[in-house]
C-alpha cells in the first residue's frame, strides 16, 4: 500500500521563507494554494477578525519555526485514531469510579475501519508522535512554560506543514490522554492496570469526584474545540486548487490565521497534558487549586472563536468553489447541447443525473425507479415546469401521451416524456407541503419522472431558464436521439396536432401549418367529437362564448328562433372563456338549467379549446408569421380579441370553410334584425345573408383588446389589430383571479 508520507527523512535544518512554489518529491510543483506551505504577513482585515487579532503577537516567532520540505502526510486516517481515542475514553468521572462502568460506545468502536492504511501512517511518523509524547510527559510534568514547549513542539515539526503539525501533535497529545484514561478505566477490573494506577495515585485522586467533575468537563470542552479547529485546518487543505487560489479573499486571509490557530491549538494540547500529568503525580495537592478549570475554560473559548472565524471563512472558500463549479457545470451544459452525439445518454446524463443517482427515474407505468438506459436513442420530450402545472395540462397531455401508447409500432409513438421539475432551493426553500404537491403531482404522470427535484443541480436550473426560456408556463423541450434540440418548446405542437407533429421539429411544424385552412376542424380538433358529427352531418354550427349571462339568453333564443323560421338545423355550442373559472361554471349550470345551448361539462375541454388557440399564435410567432401576411394568423388574432373582449361574441359556420364571426352585440342585433336580410337566405344561403348582414352592420368604430398570455422570446414588439390593420398600442396587465 502507498505509503501516506511520500518521503520519510526530515530535516531539522532551518530554511528562510521560500516566495515560489515548492518542489514535491518526485518531481512537480506543490503551488497548492491550500497546503498552507508558504504565509503571508498577517495584515489581511475580514470581517469578525478581532478573534484571530487579538492573539497575534507571537506571529513572527511562530512563523521562523515553519521551515516545509515539501512531503506530505495524508492526516485523515491519523485524525480517525485520534477520534477514536477521545470518543472511547470515560466522559465522566461517574464512569471511572463505579467498577466495571466503561464509556457508553466502548463496546462499539467501528472495527470495519481500514485500519492497515492508518497503521501505515503510524509507521512514518511514529518517531515524530513518540517523541512529542515523551516531550508532553517530560515538560508538562515538570511545570515548563507553555509558551516554551509550544515553540519546541513547533521547532520538531519545522518541516511539515500546518495541518501536518497540527495533526501529529494531536495524536501524540491523544497518546499521553488515552495512556491516562485506559489505566482509569480498568484498574478496578485489571491487576496491572490496578498496580500502574496505584503507583501514579489515581485512586486516591478519583475518590475525589466531586471535585473533579468541573476540571474533566474543561479538559473535555477544550479537547473537543481543539479537534474541530483541527478538521477545519484539513478542510481548507482539501480544498480543490484548480477551483481555488490562494489570491481569494477567504482563502488568503485563512493562509495567513492558520499559524496562530495552529500555535494556540497546540498550546491548548499542552494545556491538557499538563492538567493530566499533575493528576497522575501530585495526588490531593493538585486538587485544591481552583484555578485550573477557569484557566481551561479561558483557552476553550480563545480557540472556539479561532475555529468560528477560520469556518466563516471556510464557508466563503465552499460558496467560490461551488460557484465556480456551476459555472463550469453550465457552461459544459450549453456545449454539449450545440454538439452532435452517438446517442443522448451524456446530455440526459447531465440534465437529469448530475449526482450519479444510480435510479433517477421513476418509471410512471410501473412506479419503480429506474436507470436512464429506457430513453438511449429515443426521442425524448423534458416537461419543465414548476410544482404549479395546472391539472388541466396534464389531463390533455396524459391523453394524449396514453393514445401514443395504444400503438406502440407506430412511429408517432417513437418517444418518451420526462417531468423535469425545477425547484430553485435559493428562491423556493423545500417544505413538507411541497413534497406532498410534488408526490401528487408525480402519482398522476404516466410518463418518467425525475425521482425527485433535489436532483437537479443549479447550473441545470440555470441553463433551462437562460437557454430554454422556461419561467413560468411549462415547455416541453425535445431532443433527438443524439440529442439535438429538435424543438425548444413542443408544448403548442402537442396541443394543436397530438403526436401528428413527431418528431417535433420545425420542418414538421410548417408541414403541417401548410395543410391547414382557417375551418371549424382546425378550432375543435381533438376535443369533441360531437362537432364532427355535425360537421359532416351538413349543420349549421354557432360556437359562442363570453360571461354575459343576458346576452347569453338573448343570442340563444333569438338564434333558434331564426333558425327554425329559416328551416335550418343549427347547434348552438357554448366555449367559455379561457382560463375558466366558477363564473364560467356557473354560466354553464344556466345554461343546463334553461336548456339554452350545447356545452362542455368538463372545463378541462373549455380550457384545451382556448389554450390551442393561443398554441397556433405562439406556432405561427416562432416559424415569424404575422397577420400582415398570414390569414389564419389573422383569424387566430380575431378569435384571441373575442375571448379578452368584456362581451360575448359569435362564428358561425357551415362544413368545413365557411364561417362569419363577430362580437356578442353585433351578432345579436343581426339575428334580432332577421327580417331585413330573410330575403337572402333563398339566393345567398343562411350563412353568406348572415355573414353580408354582419358586414354591413360594421363600422369603422371600435375598441378591441387582445390578451397573450405571456411565453418568454415569442411575444412580438409589435402587433396589428385584427379588425383594421393598424399596430395596437401596448399595456402590461397583471392579473389574479381567484373565483
Known amino acids: 500500500m502507498e505509503p501516506l508520507i511520500k518521503q520519510t527523512p526530515t530535516s531539522s535544518k532551518q530554511t528562510p521563507l521560500s516566495t515560489g512554489p515548492l518542489p514535491r518529491p518526485g518531481g512537480g510543483l506543490m503551488n497548492s494554494p491550500l497546503s498552507f506551505q508558504l504565509q503571508q504577513p498577517l495584515n489581511v482585515q475580514t470581517p469578525n477578525t478581532q478573534a484571530i487579532a487579538n492573539v497575534q503577537a507571537p506571529l513572527v516567532p511562530i512563523q521562523a519555526t515553519h521551515s516545509p520540505d515539501g512531503f506530505e502526510v495524508d492526516v485523515k486516517p491519523l485524525l480517525h485514531i485520534v477520534e477514536d481515542i477521545f470518543i472511547h475514553s470515560a466522559p465522566t468521572v461517574d464512569a471511572i469510579v463505579s467498577p466495571g462502568v466503561l464509556h457508553g460506545n466502548a463496546e462499539t468502536l467501528d472495527h470495519e475501519r481500514t485500519y492497515q492504511t492508518n497503521i501505515d501512517v503510524v509507521d512514518s511518523i511514529a518517531y515524530l508522535i513518540d517523541k512529542l509524547t515523551c516531550e508532553l510527559a517530560c515538560r508538562c510534568s515538570g511545570g515548563g512554560d507553555a509558551h516554551s514547549t509550544t515553540m519546541s513542539i513547533l521547532n520538531t515539526l519545522s518541516s511539515h506543514s500546518w495541518d501536518s503539525k497540527l495533526m501529529i501533535a494531536l495524536a501524540a497529545f491523544a497518546v499521553k490522554y488515552g495512556e491516562f484514561w485506559l489505566v482509569a478505566q480498568t484498574y478496578n477490573t485489571n491487576n496491572l492496570a490496578k498496580s500502574v494506577a496505584i ?41 480543490p486548487a484548480h477551483y481555488i487560489t490562494i489570491d481569494v479573499p477567504a482563502l488568503s486571509a485563512a493562509t495567513s490565521h492558520v499559524p496562530i490557530a495552529v500555535y494556540w491549538t497546540i498550546r491548548g494540547m499542552v494545556a491538557c497534558a499538563t492538567q493530566i500529568a499533575g493528576l497522575s503525580g501530585m495526588g490531593h495537592e493538585f486538587l485544591i ?42 457552461q459544459n451544459l450549453i456545449h454539449m447541447v450545440e454538439i452532435s452525439h452517438i446517442d443522448n445518454m451524456r446530455v440526459l446524463k447531465a440534465l437529469l443525473n448530475p449526482k450519479d443517482d444510480p435510479l433517477p427515474l421513476l418509471d410512471g407505468a410501473s412506479k419503480r425507479r429506474v436507470n436512464l438506459e429506457g430513453l438511449r436513442r429515443k426521442y425524448v420530450l423534458l416537461l419543465i415546469s414548476d410544482l404549479d402545472i395546472a391539472l388541466e395540462e396534464l389531463s390533455i397531455l396524459e391523453q394524449i401521451y396514453n393514445e401514443s401508447r395504444m400503438h406502440p409500432s407506430r412511429t408517432d409513438s417513437q418517444y418518451e416524456v420526462v417531468w423535469l421539475p425545477i425547484i430553485d432551493p435559493v428562491a423556493t426553500p423545500w417544505t413538507d407541503a411541497k413534497q406532498k404537491q410534488f408526490e401528487m403531482l408525480q402519482s398522476n404522470m404516466p410518463w418518467y419522472t425525475v425521482h425527485h427535484p433535489s436532483q437537479i443541480d443549479q447550473p441545470v436550473i440555470k441553463f433551462t431558464k437562460a437557454v ?60 369533441d367529437p360531437t362537432i364532427l358529427n355535425w360537421i359532416s352531418e351538413g349543420r349549421y354550427i354557432c360556437l359562442y362564448g363570453g360571461e354575459d ?17 329559416s328551416g335550418i338545423e343549427l347547434a348552438l355550442l357554448y366555449v367559455g372563456k379561457s382560463n375558466p373559472k366558477d363564473r364560467v361554471r356557473r354560466i354553464i349550470n344556466t345554461i343546463n338549467a334553461e336548456k339554452l345551448s350545447h356545452c362542455w361539462q368538463d372545463l378541462t375541454l373549455v380550457w384545451y379549446f382556448w389554450v390551442r388557440i393561443e398554441s397556433m399564435w405562439h406556432s405561427k410567432t416562432q416559424l415569424g408569421r404575422s397577420p400582415e401576411n398570414d390569414t389564419i ?105 381567484d373565483e
Open 199 to 239: 503507583l501514579k495515585q489515581l485512586p486516591e485522586i478519583l475518590e475525589r469526584s466531586s471535585s473533579l467533575k468541573p476540571r474533566f468537563e474543561a479538559i473535555r470542552n477544550l479537547i473537543k474545540a481543539m479537534v474541530d479547529i483541527t478538521k477545519c485546518i484539513i478542510n481548507f487543505r482539501d480544498l
Open 289 to 330: 487549586s481552583t484555578t485550573e478549570s477557569w484557566e481551561l475554560s479561558s483557552m476553550t473559548h480563545k480557540i472556539n472563536n479561532m475555529h468560528s472565524h477560520l469556518q466563516g471563512l471556510l464557508e466563503s472558500c465552499f460558496k467560490y468553489i461551488a460557484e465556480k463549479k456551476h459555472v463550469e457545470a453550465y
Open 468 to 527: 430554454w426560456h422556461f419561467t413560468k408556463k411549462p415547455i416541453l423541450v425535445v431532443l433527438d436521439p443524439q440529442a439535438r434540440v429538435a424543438s425548444p418548446n413542443a408544448l403548442h405542437m402537442m396541443w394543436i396536432w397530438g403526436t401528428l407533429a413527431f418528431p417535433f421539429t420545425t420542418a414538421r411544424e410548417e408541414a403541417l401549418w401548410k395543410e391547414e385552412s382557417w375551418r371549424l376542424e382546425l378550432l375543435v380538433d381533438g376535443i
Open 549 to 565: 349571462i343576458e346576452w347569453i339568453r338573448k343570442f340563444t333564443n333569438t338564434a333558434k328562433a331564426v333558425a327554425q323560421a
Open 633 to 737: 394568423m389573422q383569424q387566430i388574432m380575431a378569435m384571441l380579441s373575442f375571448d379578452g373582449s368584456e362581451g360575448g361574441w359569435a362564428l358561425l359556420s357551415r362544413g368545413s370553410g365557411e364561417m362569419t364571426k363577430a362580437k356578442g352585440p353585433l351578432f345579436l342585433t343581426a339575428m334580432s334584425d332577421y327580417t331585413a336580410w330573410k330575403e337572402d337566405v333563398n339566393t345567398k344561403g343562411f350563412l353568406q345573408a348572415v355573414h353580408d348582414y354582419l358586414k354591413g352592420l360594421h363600422t369603422p368604430h371600435h375598441c378591441n383588446r387582445l390578451v397573450l398570455p405571456g411565453f418568454a422570446g415569442t411575444i412580438p414588439e409589435n402587433i396589428v389589430c385584427a379588425e383594421c390593420g393598424r399596430p395596437m398600442e401596448k399595456f402590461f396587465m397583471y392579473q389574479c383571479c
